[in-house]
């Protein structure tokens, strides 16, 4: 396996193979194998490109014969940082089919994260758009590569870019295979138990940590995801969400979608007249959303103006869902809730289609596999009773043994038997269901999107103005959690606004959904008798000036 990864124990791996949870199938030929099937069946919708599967295998064999010519390798890295667009999907399949690896990362990421990255895993290629919500990446290109030795290829989508990059579209023209056999591709055909992606982490510490994921358990998870809800080749699947995402990418979503021979929409942005514009043009099915945009779709007044009645299930993932919510989806949108717990690192459960109501608005549902295991942990590392809450420690066939190129921080991670320590914390139903309390982990989970907030707190401390700062959850309705920073000035008599502290972690150049929503200027920290700042105090404080202010209003 790719030095820097940690492969399952032998006979573990045996036993996953034997019992047929991992096919020894690499993904891109999954892939090929359903498009040989309904070779003239539409698979990939974007604005108005209508793409078949035959189109978008060919298409990923020669994007695939390319990058090879370029120089690109199995096992190679590139930092994938495309939009919702077709050639986000044509690039994925690509890299896939000759082994190299995707690293996910997402648009708003900036100069702070993609250096980062780019470096820690010594990325060769850099696919990005040009330019996208008003940002131009490829000068962000210009001073990754500045940056990162390692990178020699950067490979763009759309329409112009400088003559040392490479338009994506021009290799997507440019018919390859008349002059080099597609047979070639063979030669590269990836091993099933090699690392196929890297996702990101929602990273507690300072910076993201990154996750190796085979083919095999890769293609696990979307085969097991798909099942819960009943996937088929009627399917059409809308995707919302960044397709660098776990949820969007393979749980079900764009790789379950297409193990069953359904159709992927991308949706250009996440304003909800566009969704629903696109569920009744389409005849979606499939609706995954986090939680803040079920809400906006349930308060949308001009919901009832559109045509959803296509819609089999929305599926609730990423942040924890509102029973209240949960509970609006069926009367007012006509269609089943699928709440569905997961993680990049690996372990997803699901609730079923068929569940009782109890189960589907208070419960996250069993894992999706027999063979994952979990504990549920005290703070002794004791397993709990059941009802009581405590960590969550999973275990299996498609979750992690390690992140990549991280010996230390995998020491605290995993236990020695293999489990990974999740930093959730939940509980058993007596039905073997599993309940979301809470988590342990310090992070800020803002509508599904997660901030580290050390990462956040480090830019911080370097604000000439400030002494001390810690950066917490506050709640909100919509969000579910929003990112506060507490500070304690170095001067007493100064001041620091929010504006001025976001001007300044705008040059730090990090993505803005970490930026803090609120400033709380504090004259001394809440410490523990070791010196550390509460941050449960300041959670509890904000918690309360939050409810007080609501209150205030109505
Ligand atoms: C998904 O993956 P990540 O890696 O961005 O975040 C994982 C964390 C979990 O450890 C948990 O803290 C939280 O996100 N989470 C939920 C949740 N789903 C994820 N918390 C409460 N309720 C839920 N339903 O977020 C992810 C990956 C695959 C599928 C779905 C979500």
Known sequence: MLKGCMPFPKEIADNYVAKGYWKNVPLGDAFDRVAEVYYKKEALIFEDLRITYGQLKSGSDRLAMHLLNMGLRPLDRVVVQLPNIPEFVYCYLACLKIGVIPVMCLPPHRYSEISYIAKKCE????????????????????????????????????????????????????RIEERQSVGNLEEYRPDPMEVAVFLLSGGTTGLPKIIP????DYLYTSEMTSKPLGFNMYTAFLVVAPLGHNMTLACPGVMGTYLNGG?????????????????????ITNLPLVPALIIGL???????????????????????????????????????????????EGLLTMTDMNDD??????TIGYPVSPADQFKIVGPDGEEVSLETPGELWCRGPYTIRGYYDAPAHNEAAFTEDGFYKSGDIVRLHPSGRLIVEGRKKDLI??????????????????????????VVAMPDPVMGERSCAYVTLKQQDADLTLEELNLFLLEKRIAKFKFPERLEVIS?????????????VLRQDIERKTAEENRAKI
């Not at 994921?213 to 095999?216: D, E, G, I, S, V």
């Not at 109501?357 to 208070?362: H, L, P, S, V, Y």
């Not at 997660?450 to 103005?465: C, F, Q």
């Not at 001394?524 to 449960?536: H, Q």
């Open 524 to 536: 001394e920290f809440p410490l523990t008798n070791v010196g550390k700042i509460k941050k449960n």
């Open 123 to 174: 990325a060769r290629g850099y696919l990005i758009p040009d330019v996208f919500n008003k940002f131009n990446y490829l000068e962000l290109a210009e001073e990754i590569k500045a940056e990162v030795p390692s990178l020699e290829f950067v490979l763009v989508a759309g329409r112009q870019c400088p003559d040392q990059y490479v338009l994506i579209n021009d290799l997507l023209e440019d």
């Open 357 to 362: 109501d109890e189960a589907r608005f208070n």
């Open 213 to 216: 994921r085979t083919h095999n």
């Open 445 to 470: 989970n803002r509508g599904g999107e997660k901030i580290s907030p050390e990462e956040v707190e480090n830019l911080i401390l370097a604000h000439p103005k400030v002494e001390n700062a810690a």
């Open 263 to 283: 159709k992927v929409v991308l949706s250009a942005s996440t304003r909800v007249d566009n969704i629903c514009g696109l569920v009744e043009k389409e005849r």
């Open 298 to 344: 349930l308060n949308y007044e001009k919901r009832k103006g559109y045509d959803l009645s296509s819609l089999l299930t929305i599926t609730s993932g990423g942040s924890k869902l509102n029973p209240e919510v949960a509970k609006r989806i069926k009367p007012e949108l006509g269609c089943h809730l699928v709440q569905q717990f997961g993680m990049a």
